[in-house]
């Protein structure tokens, strides 16, 4: 297992379309993180999984805004209607407990 | 309201200079880390730590939870330190870590 992996790297999606990015973590990790990166800016949570469930969500994630992690495995980041206020940089961290944090090298979606 | 603060918000220095990275937070926290992000997005995590000291290397990372601040230290530096380097904590028992937004170090050789 080399680490947490996601897919795709760079989303480049046109204003009104639906963007689906998937997140792989350290596969004995139980708990999966969403985060958000604008320019500039720290990380901003957006979601968290603990195994199958989502336990948290922030008030960041609109209704246009859809995350699942159906086995407790991999999980999926779905956008619907996409808006250029989306275009940011999506981290995806998980960790064994809430100790420290690995993170996956990010996907960064650009909405035109 | 969980506040996170670094400084400075960005950082020259000559290669071979002792840099010093500070964070402050607002209320009590349970752990700190400290991370390293370069161009392009990945993130890697340097030190998770909740009192005292820890180093690795040239990077030694200190907090005060008396005065609820942290610094991230290098020494020697080297070009290849240059990266954004941020700090994020828990807040008591919360499940999730807030984000200062980073201070970029630029080492020059």
């Known amino acids: 297992d080399t680490g947490v992996s996601q897919d795709p790297r760079h989303k480049i999606t046109k204003r009104g379309q639906n963007v689906t990015f998937r997140c792989d973590p350290i596969?004995?990790?139980?708990?999966l993180y969403w985060y958000r990166q604008t320019l500039g800016q720290g990380p901003e949570f957006l979601t968290y999984?603990?195994?199958?469930?989502?336990?948290?969500k922030s008030r960041l994630l609109s209704d246009r805004f859809s995350a699942e992690r159906p086995k407790g495995s991999f999980s999926t980041l779905e956008i619907q209607r996409t808006e250029q206020g989306d275009s940011a940089m999506y981290l995806c961290?998980?960790?064994?407990?809430?100790?420290?944090?690995?993170f996956g090298s990010g996907t960064r979606l650009t909405v035109v | 309201k969980n506040e996170v603060e670094q400084s400075p918000q960005n950082l020259t220095a000559q290669e071979g200079e002792f840099i010093t990275i500070n964070c402050s937070y607002s209320?009590?926290?349970?752990?700190l880390h400290w991370l390293q992000q370069h161009p392009g997005g990945g993130i890697v995590s340097l030190f998770m730590?909740?009192?005292g000291k820890k180093k690795h290397g040239r990077l030694i990372a200190t907090i005060n939870i008396q005065e609820k601040h942290s610094s991230l230290h290098i020494t020697a530096s080297h070009p290849r330190d240059s990266a954004v380097y941020i700090c994020?904590?828990?807040f008591g028992t919360g499940n999730q870590f807030y984000f200062g937004t980073g201070t970029s170090l630029t080492v020059i050789p």
């Open positions: 961290a998980s960790t064994l407990d809430i100790s420290g944090y690995t």
């Open positions: 596969s004995e990790h139980n708990r």
């Open positions: 999984f603990q195994n199958e469930a989502q336990l948290e």
């Open positions: 209320v009590g926290i349970s752990a």
């Open positions: 730590l909740s009192s």
């Open positions: 994020a904590v828990r």
